[in-house]
């Protein structure tokens, strides 16, 4: 294995992924006299798809990633954001329908407390938890993956990779990957690209100031059209700007890689009418649940854990204004079943029920919790009867997509006090079990050993989202449950093509080809041929993926 692979492996696998990546040694004076190609000089010499192709060989290693998060009640929430985000692109024209095509549009969480976000190659976008839980609306967390979202529609990532053409794609991904082990570790950072080459390509991957400057120029005019509140670009430029002043201690890495300065600062602002500029974003019940639930999953410790499942118990929490109790609730509840303490858990849920029984989206997602608790709890009957009786979107409220998951179709924002609804993520072209209680119910019906029901709505679910390997997993849970070992061996690899393992999706079809061919006549004769088809379709993506390998060693 080459050397640098094998750094990038152990180095970056543990790295926050951020696109905008730190700058670790000055520039070469060659690569400076260089430069890096302006907005004005176009494409790049990598098309559409070989940017698709770089992100996708970023990301099957980000899969791998022990932070790789996948959280289906944060998942919607920050999706439900960035659809509408796309959504609105596409409207103002920024989005083409061939980068809406041929990019993934993927959302990748990752559990650590830093606060960072990052843009890759082929249309993916990342959240830390640790962005997650400082924002404090929804519209300063939406201002955040706008600005990247505008590096992907621009192309920005492209764009100062023009000049590194005659490295191959995956050369550029293994250089990529390397570099951003900085976001946790200069000192690895540096290590790993000491040679010369690699501390080349680093530099030349941060992004200029025009090139941040248009992000969020166009990010910004994303905003009302998404149906977000303009303000949350200005006061997370605050939060930024704070954290700057008060020296960041490295847990703020977006400002390292997206510097501030006075020029984008005055900007934003300016952009907001005289009369609206004092007046920050107004989160909602909802927001603050999930910037809660993010704290608490990123891992603070068992001492943090303990303090906040008692806090609500505090004398001052009855002066508390009802996002912040709400906050708190919730907080506790997570931290109390972190804990494994379930009467101070249940305690707290009915607390935070009672508190959101006013607000439909808030109230929905404290029932989930309320289940989770229940299902963690192994009281699994419980858990089933805690489920809201209908959690479903509107069919007004759904706007299209495309097979990919991708939106399909332009659609009106929902009005609403503070930007859009985000109880609208599970966007599939019909009526349809939202994702979270999708995958609870079927957890629980699994534990209560009567998970047949489910199969037939986790069918449809991949069938709209092919890419969601967690909804593969389950599926193939469920057919083994009901004794069909060859769909649950076909559902596990399709579990492993979401994220882009085709080796062990090529071993997992064949697994199901010999029990197939065991079975003779009793075998079922579909499905076997849909194994077959798949086989055949992804052992030619292997091939494809060892012949990129063999080029860039």
Do not use: C
Not at 43 to 65: H, K, N, P, Q, V
Not at 91 to 108: D, I, V
Request: proline share 6%.
């Amino acid at each position: 294995m080459p050397k640098l692979r094998t750094v990038h492996i152990l180095k970056a696998l543990t790295a926050s992924v951020l696109i905008a990546i730190q700058t670790v040694s000055p520039l070469a004076p060659g690569v400076q006299a260089a430069g890096l190609p302006t907005l004005g000089d176009g494409a790049s010499s990598l098309t559409t798809g070989e940017e698709r192709r770089l992100g996708d060989s970023i990301a099957r290693e980000l899969y791998r990633d022990p932070d790789y998060l996948d959280d289906p009640v944060l998942q919607e929430y920050v999706e439900g954001i960035w659809l509408h985000l796309q959504d609105a692109a596409r409207k103002n024209g920024e989005l083409s329908p061939e980068l809406e095509e041929r990019f993934a549009w993927t959302l990748l969480l990752g559990k650590d407390r830093q606060v960072n976000a990052f843009a890759l190659p082929g249309g993916y976008m990342g959240v830390y938890l640790g962005l997650i839980g400082v924002v404090s609306s929804g519209d300063e967390l939406a201002s955040v993956i706008a600005h990247e979202t505008s590096h992907i529609t621009q192309r920005h990532i492209a764009r100062m990779m023009a000049q590194q053409g005659k490295q191959t794609p995956l050369m550029l991904a293994s250089m990529l990957l390397g570099a951003l082990a900085a976001t946790r570790s200069p000192d690895a950072a540096m290590a790993i690209m000491m040679g010369g080459p690699a501390a080349v390509m680093q530099n030349q991957l941060n992004f200029s100031r025009a090139m941040e400057s248009e992000a969020d120029r166009m990010g910004y005019s994303l905003m009302s059209p998404a149906g977000f509140a303009p303000q949350g670009f200005v006061s997370m430029f605050g939060k930024l700007q704070q954290a700057s002043r008060l020296n960041d201690n490295g847990s703020w890495p977006y400002l390292r890689s997206h510097p501030l300065t006075t020029q984008r600062i005055a900007d934003m602002d300016s952009r907001i009418p005289p009369g609206k500029r004092a007046a920050d974003p107004v989160p909602t019940l909802e927001h603050v649940m999930m910037s809660a639930r993010a704290r608490v999953i990123s891992n603070p410790g068992v001492e943090v854990r303990r303090q906040w499942a008692t806090l609500p118990r505090s004398g001052s929490f009855s002066g508390l204004s009802q996002f912040e109790q709400v906050a708190q609730l919730y907080a506790a509840t997570l931290s109390a079943m972190y804990l494994r303490d379930w009467p101070l858990a249940r305690e707290m849920v009915q607390r935070l029920l009672t508190a959101t029984a006013g607000n439909a989206p808030a109230n929905i997602q404290a029932k989930w919790l309320n289940a989770e608790l229940e299902f963690k709890a192994d009281n699994p009957q419980a858990a089933l009867a805690a489920l809201p009786l209908q959690s479903v979107m509107a069919p007004q409220a759904a706007p299209k997509v495309t097979v990919s998951g991708n939106l399909a179709g332009p659609r009106e924002a929902a009005p609403r006090e503070a930007g859009p609804s985000l109880a609208t993520i599970d966007v599939v072209e019909r009526v349809a079990p939202r994702r979270p209680e999708l995958l609870l119910k079927t957890e629980i019906l699994l534990r209560l050993n009567q998970a047949g029901s489910m199969a037939s709505p986790l069918q449809t679910w991949v069938t709209d989202h092919p890419r969601d390997g967690s909804a593969w997993q389950t599926l193939a849970r469920v057919w083994r449950s009901q004794g069909q070992e060859m769909r649950a061996l076909r559902a596990e690899a399709e579990a492993q093509v979401a994220h882009y393992d085709y080796a062990a999706a090529v071993d997992r079809f064949k697994a199901a080809q010999d029990l197939a061919r065991k079975a003779g006549a009793r075998a079922d004769y579909f499905e076997a041929s849909i194994i077959d088809t798949r086989l055949r379709a992804v052992e030619e993506l292997l091939r494809e993926q060892l012949r990129d390998k063999a080029v860039n060693k």
